[in-house]
């Protein structure tokens, strides 16, 4: 079946970098997804990565992908306060109209 | 571009009666829109895809006769929960997607709903 699994939590100190972890279970999925959401808020598109890339880099976001172990990151370097929130990584399954399949998301909490 | 609309964004109802909630794609087609349910602390549970001028399909375990979406045009979708009950309050947002290569889904803000 399909299913994405997330660590709950992660703290870091202002200007460390973060990492993000997330596994699935779909190798059909085509491209796989990170959203994050701010309190209240529905979800913002951070990034994406299409399943036959390994690395993905946006500014200050790096996303990996191991294929072969299904497992998906994501790093933010030089993190910042505004960046506390939740992310939720998300797969796309092949061929399902495009239906995602969320992980529990990881609360980031950002300290001073 | 791509911003997805939600109204209310909250709404409190007596238990028995019926709310709609409205999902509007402002500056793009959305072929295809999606309806997700979440509860506090809680990742997103899909809740149906619409796609325009045919009938919504409902995930598993979702009651289509009570959670009644109806996508009438490219840019507008509706849930209406009906005879709501407390159990039915959570936070519903939905997505819009004009199923281009990749697809990406753009997330209306949301709608909390509160039954009391």
């Known amino acids: 079946g399909e299913d994405v699994e997330q660590s709950l939590f992660l703290s870091v100190r202002e200007g460390d970098s973060s990492v993000i972890n997330c596994t699935y279970t779909d190798s059909s999925s085509t491209y796989l997804y990170w959203y994050k959401q701010e309190p209240g808020a529905g979800l913002q598109l951070l990034t994406y990565i299409f399943s036959n890339m390994d690395m993905k880099q946006d500014q200050r976001l790096t996303v990996l992908l191991n294929k072969k172990d299904k497992h998906l990151s994501l790093r933010i370097a030089d993190t910042q306060t505004g960046d506390s929130a939740i992310y939720f990584c998300a797969e796309a399954p092949y061929n399902q109209g495009g239906k995602l399949i969320f992980g529990q998301g990881t609360e980031l909490s950002v300290k001073p | 571009g791509a911003v997805v609309s939600q109204h209310p964004s909250w709404v409190i109802c007596k238990s028995g009666t019926s709310v709609k909630i409205e999902c509007r794609s402002l500056d793009f087609q959305a072929t295809t829109m999606f309806w997700y349910r979440q509860f506090p602390k809680q990742s997103l549970m899909l809740m149906a895809t619409s796609n325009e001028g045919s009938k919504a399909t409902y995930e598993q375990g979702v009651e289509k006769d009570k959670f009644l979406i109806n996508h009438a045009s490219l840019t507008l979708s509706t849930l209406t929960v009906t005879s709501a009950h407390p159990e039915d309050s959570s936070f519903y947002i939905c997505?819009?997607?004009?199923?281009?290569?990749?697809?990406?889904?753009?997330f209306g803000p949301g709608t909390r709903l509160t039954v009391t």
């Open positions: 997505s819009a997607s004009d199923t281009e290569f990749p697809y990406e889904q753009y």
